[in-house]
């Protein structure tokens, strides 16, 4: 065998450190929507769970959706536990603009490792892994239970998943007390922290007109009213758009973002259609007034005319969102460990919607944060990386969070 040093002359890549082999490994398994290989991360995740002698339970909550959920017991497991929550599943890809294979978890020459999930979120459950890996070496315990769990279809919802699992007994039986799951990417020196998250509303809008000969002007048409129904919805939009951008304290966050995502109807180009359909997307932040809000949709499909009516396909309600008061003692325990490793936090709400709205509304405090700064925010984008020494950094930050957690002291409640 050639010394180290005459590898490095024969161009030989150093050794890859044994975390970033694994990380690369669970990229290649394809739990990609729609068809998602869940059952090749499950067997991925009991491995794990059989090197590093942790606890390993399957909860079926629907058939074919499995949340796993890997367990290294406290001390004192009468205290409740640290969840550590990521999705196994990732978002369809357009391969033709990808400059790597998605699914081959390539690394290029400056470590940059590209793969679908690289940032959401597989590097995330592999960093809890590695850092669990790392404090269970060390000889190390604490009084708290610490739980990883993995679940299915986040990418579309979670209404298969964490929103099931919540609601289980076998969620109840984990005794949740705080939970940590993803969070974005930041390209500046910051963490982005998130604390809350917008209701996700999607709202389809149906017109009916009088129908007609194309070659008419027909009186009170369908597409006359649907006009006033977009103008409506759209001019709110630039509102929002104008209000995000004048007021330089407000993120993507505080705002309600709306896009009209589906257009439907008409028969044929001579015939004017006598229903068409419009749906929009609404991403509404926990500081407004949903029932308000509602009352503004409907007065705006009135004042299109008769024949204008709604229907939710998704209406989440619930606006719990999680301290981060310093007389929080979770709160407390990880931005005072964050502060110790000198490192710079954003409090925001997040923009869009993960399974951590069904952690608070289950009544158990949630803090969306991956370990990622320095970093462009790909998620969902083509050529999705992240760079082997972030993802590497990420794995120190958890191996100090994950202790600061699972040792604050008894609350009050639990005394």
Not at 9 to 33: A, D, H, W
Not at 323 to 346: H, I, Q, R, V, Y
């Amino acid at each position: 065998m050639l010394p180290e040093k005459d590898s490095e002359k024969l161009g030989e890549e150093p050794k890859e450190e044994p975390s970033v082999t694994l990380f690369r490994e669970y990229l290649r398994i394809k739990t990609v929507q729609p068809q998602p290989d869940y059952d090749t991360a499950v067997e991925f995740l009991e491995r794990i769970a059989s090197e590093l002698g942790l606890q390993c339970l399957k909860v079926e909550v629907c058939p074919g959706r499995v949340i796993t959920i890997l367990t290294w017991k406290g001390t004192n497991p009468q205290l409740r536990s640290i969840l550590l929550n990521s999705h196994t599943d990732v978002v369809p890809v357009f391969e033709e603009y990808w400059q790597y294979d998605p699914f081959s978890a390539f690394k290029d020459s400056e470590g940059n490792i590209y793969g679908r999930g690289a940032q959401d979120m597989k590097c995330v459950s592999i960093q809890y892994i590695e850092a669990i890996r790392r404090l269970k070496a060390e000889g190390r315990h604490f009084s708290r239970t610490i739980h990883m769990s993995f679940v299915p279809d986040e990418e579309i919802g979670g209404h298969k998943g964490m929103e099931l699992f919540v609601k289980s007994p076998e969620f109840a039986a984990l005794n949740v007390g705080f939970a940590l799951d993803e969070g974005l990417a930041n390209p500046t020196d910051t963490f982005t922290v998130f604390y809350g998250e917008k209701c996700p509303w999607w709202i389809k809008v149906k017109v009916e007109g009088n129908p007609g000969h194309g070659s008419r002007f027909i009186e009170n048409t369908a597409a006359e009213k649907m006009h006033r129904v977009i103008t409506s919805f759209l001019e709110f939009r630039e509102c929002e758009k104008q209000r995000l951008n004048a007021e330089e304290h407000l993120t993507l966050g505080d705002v309600t973002s709306v896009n009209l995502t589906m257009l439907n109807g008409g028969v044929s180009f001579n015939v004017v259609p006598s229903q068409l359909s419009v749906a929009f997307d609404i991403r509404i932040p926990p500081t407004v007034d949903l029932e308000a809000f509602e009352e503004q949709l409907t007065s705006w499909c009135k004042a299109a005319g008769e024949g204008v009516t709604y229907e939710f396909h998704q209406k989440y309600m619930d606006q719990t969102v999680t301290s981060t008061e310093e007389s929080d003692p979770w709160w407390n325990a990880f931005s005072g460990t964050c502060k110790d490793m000198n490192m710079k936090l954003k409090c925001e709400i997040f923009p869009a919607a993960t399974d951590s709205r069904y952690i608070r509304a289950a009544g158990r405090p949630a803090i969306g944060f991956s370990p990622m700064n320095y970093t462009p925010v790909l998620l969902h984008d083509h050529n999705e990386f992240l760079n082997e020494q972030v993802f590497l950094r990420g794995i120190e930050i958890y191996a100090r969070l994950i202790p600061a957690l699972a040792s604050v002291p008894p609350l009050q409640a639990e005394a």
